[in-house]
Structures are given as structure tokens and as C-alpha cells.
């Protein structure tokens, strides 16, 4: 592609136009094809003899439970069901990691509250998506319980992140470490629905498995001279209703060290606070003010080029070194 430049671009664009013009009719489903590929998508069918799971929400805890039927529940076209998410993203364990035991949970939240059915989604969280809307103070009970109902669900702690250099051989840098030091700063809930819906993707390398392009707030690690360092680049856009059209992000400068990118994440969401009017989002908010302002104050959150410990994370955030060491 470098080679042969706009040749290859021209190129492409012709014969995309000649499958358009010579092939384009048998692209198009039919609709007997439609219907038999429908047929394998039947709704699951809960058994006829299971109670139904009735709770209250114990007083004091109102305030919890509204904010995760506004985070983690979801319509469905059913409507007397609801789409359920469980987070996966929380204190001590990597995003969307889990074990043996909290897989068994989440299997018997299943059984008893979505016939049986649980789903992965794309932001590394489990989806529960045959709930009875009346059974959804029980289920939030019980995943309460277990740890999953962490009403962060679209939020700033909700990220994306690859295992990194600690699990993959193809990283240029460790993805967990600072997924954790962002998680361990941002724990207050008010703070986080304050911020509002922010999507943050971090990948260990350019294979971008954590799809940092698409992130609102995208970390990618690369290396230099063997060592961790951590490009941020900002506005990326998934083409999801929140973000609108798909979109890469831009790089705000030369890449931070790993002890940097925590308190680049910070300033970020400082100038948000400050820029943003009434309950504007932070994409919203880039988008009306511009790059040079999120610019400004994320390279002003760099550390001397002669600290020691440039590429070292409070010990604190050891979830991966923690994971190695076992």
C-alpha cells in the first residue's frame, strides 16, 4: 500500500465499483433465505413451572438500584422483558476477567432469571437477555451479592481492554496495569454517572485488540528502546447511537510513560468538567470545543524526562504483575 500509494487506493475503488455494478443483485438476501436463518433465532422459552422471583428493594438502596436499571438494564422487543447486563469490570480483577466460581454464578443467574441464556459482549461483560422486567429487584439482589451489578455499564470504569504484555506475545506493553490504576482512581459511583457515558479502550499494541482507535479515550502501548510507553489519542467513535458515525481517534502528542497515563486520564476529565455545559457528554463536549484544549491539558500532565520510574505503576495497580507472580 506505502509502494504504491493512490495507485492502490484507485485500484480498490474500481474494482469495488465492478462487484457494485456486475454483482450487486446477488449480495441481496432473498427473503426465503431470510426466513430460514430467522428460524435458528427462536426466543428462549422460560419453563412453565418456574416461580417467579419476587424481592423489595431494601430501604437506603433505592438510589442504587435506579441508577442500574439506568446503566445495565435494557429494553427488549418483548416488552414485558428486559435485557440485563452484568459488569465485569471492578475492583481487583482485570476487565472482563472472571473465575470458576463467578462463572458458576453467573450460570445460575441465568437458569434462574433468563432461561438458561447468557451472552458475551463486545465490552467484555456478560448479558442476561431473556429478563422478566418483575424479577428485576430479585436479580439485581443476587448479583449484588455476587459483585455484578456494579451499575457502570457505558461509564468511564466500563472499559475495553486487551490482555497486554502480560498474557500475549504479540503486546508492545501491559494493557491490565493501567486499566487497574485508572479503575482504582475512579471508584466513587457518584462521580462516575457524574462524568456521564465515556467510552475508554486501551490496546498493548497496534494489532489493537482493546480497540483503542474507537474509544472516546484510546490508550495503545508501544515500545521504545524495549521499554513501555502509552499513546492517548482522543474522539474515537464506534457508530453507536452515543458516538455517532465511526470515526478514529487522534493522537494528542508523543506517547506517556505507564506512572504518566493515570494523571493524563485525570486532566482529561478536569477540562471536561470544566468545558462541558449542563449534562453534555465528554464526546459532545470535544467535539464543540476542539482538540487543542483536551491536548493542552493531557500534555501538561507529564512528568520529568528525568524521573526514574517513568514506566512504573504504583504497586497498587499490580492486578497483572499480581496474576504473574502466582
Not at 52 to 61: D, E, L
Not at 93 to 115: E, H, I, N, V, Y
Not at 120 to 140: C, G, I, K, Y
Not at 233 to 251: H, I, M, N, P, T
Request: hydrophobic share 40%; net charge negative; proline share 4%.
Amino acid at each position: 500500500m506505502k509502494a504504491l500509494g493512490q495507485q492502490y487506493v484507485d485500484e480498490v475503488a474500481a474494482e469495488y465499483q465492478e462487484i457494485l455494478n456486475q454483482d450487486g443483485g446477488q449480495h441481496t438476501i432473498s427473503d426465503a433465505e431470510l426466513e430460514r436463518v430467522r428460524a435458528n433465532f427462536v426466543p428462549a422459552q422460560r419453563k412453565a413451572d418456574a416461580p417467579i422471583a419476587v424481592a423489595a428493594v431494601p430501604a437506603g438502596r433505592e438510589q442504587d438500584y435506579a441508577r442500574w436499571l439506568q446503566q445495565n438494564v435494557a429494553a427488549h422487543q418483548n416488552p414485558a422483558l428486559r435485557a440485563v447486563t452484568l459488569s465485569y469490570k471492578r475492583l481487583g480483577q482485570a476487565p472482563g476477567d472472571a473465575d470458576a466460581d463467578q462463572l458458576d454464578t453467573a450460570a445460575d443467574l441465568a437458569d434462574k432469571f433468563s432461561a438458561g441464556e447468557l451472552r458475551v459482549t463486545h465490552d467484555q461483560n456478560l448479558l442476561l437477555p431473556w429478563v422478566r422486567s418483575e424479577e428485576l429487584p430479585a436479580l439485581w439482589l443476587e448479583a449484588s451479592h455476587a459483585g455484578l451489578a456494579r451499575s457502570n455499564v457505558r461509564l468511564l470504569t466500563d472499559m475495553i481492554a486487551c490482555p497486554g504484555g502480560d498474557f500475549c506475545a504479540l503486546a508492545n506493553a501491559r494493557s491490565i496495569p493501567i486499566a487497574a490504576a485508572i479503575t482504582e482512581r475512579y471508584q466513587d459511583m457518584d462521580e462516575l454517572h457524574d462524568l456521564g457515558e465515556i467510552d475508554l479502550h486501551i490496546s498493548g499494541c497496534i494489532n489493537s485488540c482493546g480497540h483503542h482507535h474507537s474509544g472516546h479515550i484510546g490508550v495503545l502501548g508501544v515500545d521504545k528502546d524495549g521499554k513501555e510507553w502509552y499513546q492517548v489519542s482522543l474522539g474515537g467513535s464506534d457508530g453507536s447511537d452515543l458516538s455517532g458515525e465511526a470515526v478514529a481517534g487522534k493522537v494528542v502528542g508523543p506517547s506517556f510513560g505507564a506512572a504518566e497515563v493515570p494523571g493524563v486520564i485525570e486532566a482529561l476529565l478536569d477540562t471536561f468538567r470544566q468545558q462541558r455545559q449542563g449534562r453534555e457528554t465528554f464526546i459532545d463536549t470535544l467535539r464543540r470545543v476542539g482538540m487543542d484544549v483536551f491536548k493542552a491539558a493531557a500534555n501538561s500532565a507529564r512528568l520529568s524526562d528525568k524521573h526514574e520510574e517513568l514506566n512504573v505503576l504504583p504497586k497498587s495497580a499490580g492486578y497483572a504483575r499480581d496474576a504473574q507472580e502466582a
